[in-house]
């Protein structure tokens, strides 16, 4: 058996006089340091301080609309395509890329309630409040089909593979592109029927929102409803999470999102908190990270999916009231409604950089000098500095 021993000798640790300095182990390796993780905490605050500093959110403002914009929506496939409604009835084609309008008709005779696209191909539902139901081709003026109704509408949502759509109004009505009347009505006690949301997943599911204070579950194969959950407050709004199929989110009068497992509809899974006024909108990003929120209180405030407080805060001085928030499909851009009339499009990471960047820029070699670790980025000081609006 081999055995072997440290041994040291005294007099390599022990001065040879009293006025000598006591000697210290030092690594001489010069990857590292002995101040390592205070250097790279500082460097993580630096970089979190350049983030704010350099973060400039806001892109574009797209204008048009003479009156508020009260819903959009944003095409499944088509990254540059999305549709916005207002209170005068007038519905907008518009393009990000060019940021301009595509085509523009006044669609209703009073607000236009709900807008959602026909999944591969560039037709469009509108529903408003004066009881008819158009699909549009997004070019001519005049609607390819038409439906009238007894009640006004609230929302509209189309199914992801089926040529059928749900709406809301006193009850919930499943329509198919080629007939004039529902083929399945379902209703769970509520008076009205603020928003209804197909899940986008498993596709036969769909959620409302009432004005009862509830959250009910349908099921499109069994044309009945399956569960419902009564909330403290009104919700206006619900999104499903594209990439967790069971999961939901909505959108409530108390100030907060609550995001649920339609298994276990008892108790929410996450309470997202920061906004000071009824949230009256929201939107999952396409990977599910990530939602949008808008609110009474004039702000945007977008959270990680698993988290309970805002990432980051975006307002301006002009922008009023949100009604409609919507993630662009590529994940990189928030898209906003206010009652200003204005649509504003927003970066999704406030401090990120569009168009292409050259190597040696040195605004982008300065952050990435002081590029840290995980470790070093969850610290207070940094969390304090990144929690702050912008």
Not at 124 to 148: M, N, R
Not at 183 to 212: H, K, P, Y
Not at 316 to 339: A, H, N, P
Not at 362 to 372: L, T, Y
Request: proline residues 3%; positive net charge; charged residues 20%.
């Amino acid at each position: 058996m081999k055995i072997k021993a440290l041994s040291r000798s005294d007099a390599d640790h022990v001065r040879a006089t009293t006025g000598d300095i006591h000697r210290l182990a030092r690594n001489t390796d010069p990857a590292l340091h002995p101040f390592e993780k205070a250097r790279e905490y500082t460097r993580a605050l630096n970089a979190a301080k350049l983030d704010r500093l350099f973060a400039k959110p806001f892109v574009a403002a797209l204008s048009g609309h003479r009156d508020g914009v009260y819903c959009m929506a944003k095409h499944p496939t088509a990254l540059t395509s999305f549709v916005s409604g207002s209170a005068d009835g007038e519905i907008r084609l518009w393009s990000l890329q060019s940021q301009k309008t595509v085509w523009s008709a006044i669609a209703h005779k009073n607000f236009v309630r709900g807008l959602c696209f026909v999944p591969f191909s560039s037709s469009f539902v509108s529903v408003g409040e004066d009881k008819v139901i158009k699909i549009w081709d997004g070019s001519s003026e005049e609607p390819v089909q038409t439906y009238l109704f007894k009640n006004a509408f609230t929302g509209v949502s189309h199914h992801r593979s089926m040529p059928m759509f749900a709406t809301s109004s006193t009850q919930v009505d499943i329509w198919d592109h080629t007939t004039n009347e529902p083929i399945q009505s379902m209703s769970w006690g509520a008076e009205t029927i603020s928003t209804v949301r197909f899940n986008q997943t498993e596709q036969s599911i769909l959620a409302s929102a009432g004005s009862d204070r509830t959250v009910t579950l349908y099921d499109i194969r069994t044309k009945s409803p399956i569960a419902k959950n009564i909330m403290a407050l009104k919700t206006n709004a619900i999104s499903w999470n594209p990439m967790e199929a069971f999961n939901f989110t909505c959108a409530n009068e108390d100030y907060n999102l609550y995001t649920f497992d339609m298994r276990k509809l008892r108790s929410a899974i996450n309470v997202l908190k920061g906004h000071v006024s009824a949230v009256l909108d929201v939107d999952y990003s396409p990977t599910g990270q990530q939602l949008v929120s808008g609110s009474y209180d004039k702000t945007i405030r977008i959270f990680n999916s698993r988290e309970g407080h805002s990432r980051d805060v975006y307002h301006t001085k002009r922008m009023q009231r949100l009604f409609c928030v919507q993630f662009s499909m590529d994940d990189k851009f928030v898209i906003s409604g206010s009652d200003d009339g204005n649509l504003r499009l927003w970066k999704a990471n406030a401090s990120e950089k569009l168009g292409t960047v050259s190597v040696f820029n040195d605004e982008c070699e300065f952050i990435d000098r002081f590029a840290a670790g995980a470790t070093a980025r969850s610290g207070p000081s940094v969390q304090q500095i990144n929690q702050r609006e912008i």
